[in-house]
């Protein structure tokens, strides 16, 4: 089965940075597109970022460009997503998930992680 874990959250000043990583195993790696979605208190699941399978093409929600990097390191089945000038409003639980293809949509992504917490605040 697919299985899929995110880390390096934590708490942070704004401006600061954290780099997210997103590991999986029990499938072919790069038949999937990676996908970084985050959810607030309150809000709905939205989508941070994503990074194509076919040929890695990055995608990156208007709120995050320019302060948001996302990358992928195959020979350890891994994504990454740097996190730079961080602000509050980005205060929320990130999520990984594969899918076939880039999307905004969540229902276009199958497996997802359990989630980790970051926190903007002074």
């Known amino acids: 089965q697919v299985q899929v874990v995110e880390s390096g959250g934590g708490l942070v000043q704004p401006g600061g940075s954290l780099r997210l990583s997103c590991a999986a195993s029990?499938?072919?790696?790069?038949?999937?597109?990676i996908g970084w979605f985050r959810q607030a208190p309150g809000k709905e699941r939205e989508g941070v970022s994503c990074i194509s399978s076919r040929d890695g093409s990055t995608y990156y929600a208007d709120s995050v460009k320019g302060r948001f990097t996302i990358s992928r390191d195959n020979a350890k089945n891994t994504v990454y997503l740097q996190m730079n000038s961080l602000k509050p409003e980005d205060t929320a639980v990130y999520y990984c998930a594969t899918g076939i293809y880039c999307s905004a949509s969540r229902s276009d992504f199958g497996s997802w992680g359990q989630g980790t917490q970051v926190t903007v605040s002074s």
């Open positions: 029990g499938f072919t790696w790069n038949y999937y597109a």
